[in-house]
């Protein structure tokens, strides 16, 4: 079964419109972390935002938050006002602290491109 | 990002040859890793390191092996190339495996022809 589940292969949203990222995890560990990464056309990995499994209040870092529902073991990623240069592809990974042969390690999901529409 | 540097970037090679990357960093980060990145299958552990000579296995480490023997870098080595192993390869750091992210390298595209 997969870890990380991300749902849209592809979306667009208009620019300065809000948009959704989904993303599902599935672990029976108590402690885990969720992470979110940016990579645009030009390759490189950029870390936007983690969650924490036991933090309190959803994460957020400028224009990015991460709408995390425990319950639900989903973290979507919200990004506010979009710019043309969100397009790119984004990344959701979980780190399990306790279970698994994965322990400590980034499990990543397959990605959702995102194209902003001017 | 975190002073990594990966070589070479591009790299074509023929089925069956020896193939070695390069990783290095200059942040004195404890754990290393390596990555590839597929279309279609997103990014897939290959190998990790937690400490100088200490590696271990990742979800995807079938023709691949690594050495770590310095802090600062970290070698994977592609004993006999196949055309199975094109790929574009990331290497990452991280300071801890609790809540820090990875910090990773601009990428290694390698065709195996």
């Known amino acids: 079964a997969q870890k990380i589940t991300q749902t849209q292969p592809g979306m667009f949203v208009q620019e300065k419109e809000a948009v959704t990222l989904d993303c599902t995890y599935d672990t029976s560990d108590p402690s885990y972390g969720l992470f979110w990464y940016k990579q645009p056309s030009s390759g490189e990995m950029i870390f936007l935002i983690y969650?924490?499994?036991?933090?309190?209040q959803n994460a957020t870092e400028g224009r990015y938050s991460l709408n995390f529902q425990k319950a639900r073991k989903s973290a979507n990623l919200v990004i506010s006002a979009s710019q043309l240069g969100d397009s790119a592809m984004y990344f959701c990974a979980m780190r399990e602290m306790n279970y698994g042969g994965s322990q400590g390690n980034l499990i990543f999901g397959k990605g959702t491109k995102l194209s902003v529409k001017p | 990002d975190a002073g990594i540097t990966q070589s070479p970037r591009h790299k074509v090679t023929e089925t069956g040859t020896p193939v070695t990357l390069r990783c290095h960093q200059t942040?004195?980060?404890?754990?290393m890793y390596w990555y590839r990145q597929d279309p279609g299958h997103g990014l897939r552990l290959i190998h990790y390191s937690y400490g100088v000579k200490d590696t271990d296995k990742g979800e995807v480490s079938d023709g691949y092996s690594v050495s770590r023997s310095k802090t600062e870098d970290f070698l994977l080595t592609l004993e006999s190339a196949t055309s199975s192993q094109t790929s574009v390869y990331f290497c990452a750091t991280a300071v801890d495996r609790v809540n820090s992210p990875l910090h990773f390298g601009n990428g290694t595209r390698l065709t195996v022809t």
């Open positions: 942040e004195n980060h404890r754990y």
């Open positions: 969650q924490g499994s036991y933090d309190q």
